[in-house]
């Protein structure tokens, strides 16, 4: 079975600086998919950036990138110029490939404050 | 603006009664899931409905009942619940056989167990 792993409970930063989430996972497939979800107190969980496994390119969205090492299974979140909204929940998710609906496995979670 | 709906957004009940979540998406997908969240524990897939036909049961206990009428509405009724069962229960959609599309979040509903 897949298991996400977010290592870092808590995390909290200076507005305008860089932060790094960590995430780690563990699978036996070579095609799947990641993603990170950010939970802000509303409490809607919204898509932050995805990353497809056979893509070697790590993918971006403005001032979020990923770092993506394969072997490592290591998927970690980079926030660039962090601002005050940025302060949420950070989720990283797993989805394997098995066609039809999805099913995806969560990390525990990682609550960043963003401090003005 | 979401394109998932949930309704309560908040739940007070006891531990005798019967009540229903519903979730409604806008989004002209097929698939549809109910996660739970608890506080400190990652969110757990509880059921996942494909074009209306339920495809994972994640072994929850039989007084969660989820009901899918049509690919946009999904219903979670709830009776004799026990205090554990106290948290946020978030419905999603996704355009089920396109496995590149992300899963879209409602709010969720709020529910505390007396």
């Known amino acids: 079975a897949q298991t996400v792993t977010q290592s870092q409970p808590e995390m909290s930063v200076q507005e305008a600086e860089t932060v790094t989430l960590s995430c780690t996972y563990d699978t036996s497939e070579n095609n799947y998919y990641l993603f990170w979800y950010k939970q802000p107190p509303s409490r809607q969980m919204i898509l932050v950036i995805r990353q497809e496994a056979y893509k070697q390119q790590n993918a971006t969205e403005n001032r979020f990138s990923v770092n993506f090492q394969k072997a490592a299974k290591s998927f970690s979140l980079k926030i660039s110029d962090s601002q005050l909204g940025d302060t949420a929940m950070y989720f990283c998710?797993?989805?394997?490939?098995?066609?039809?609906?999805?099913?995806?496995?969560f990390g525990q979670g990682t609550r960043l404050t963003i401090n003005p | 603006e979401t394109g998932v709906t949930q309704t309560p957004r908040h739940l007070v009940m006891g531990m005798t009664n019967k009540k229903s979540l519903k979730c409604e998406q806008h989004l002209g997908h097929n698939a549809m899931y109910w996660y739970k969240q608890s506080a400190k524990k990652p969110l757990e897939l509880m059921f996942v409905y494909n074009f209306k036909e339920q495809t994972e049961n994640n072994s929850v206990p039989s007084r969660f009942s989820p009901e899918c009428p049509n690919s946009s509405h999904l219903f979670l009724h709830l009776h004799t619940l026990q205090p554990e069962d106290s948290a946020l229960y978030l419905c999603?959609?996704?355009?089920?056989?396109?496995?590149?599309?992300?899963?879209?979040f409602g709010d969720g509903t709020r529910l505390s167990i007396l």
């Open positions: 998710a797993f989805r394997g490939p098995v066609q039809g609906a999805q099913k995806l496995v």
């Open positions: 999603a959609s996704s355009q089920g056989r396109d496995r590149n599309q992300p899963q879209h």
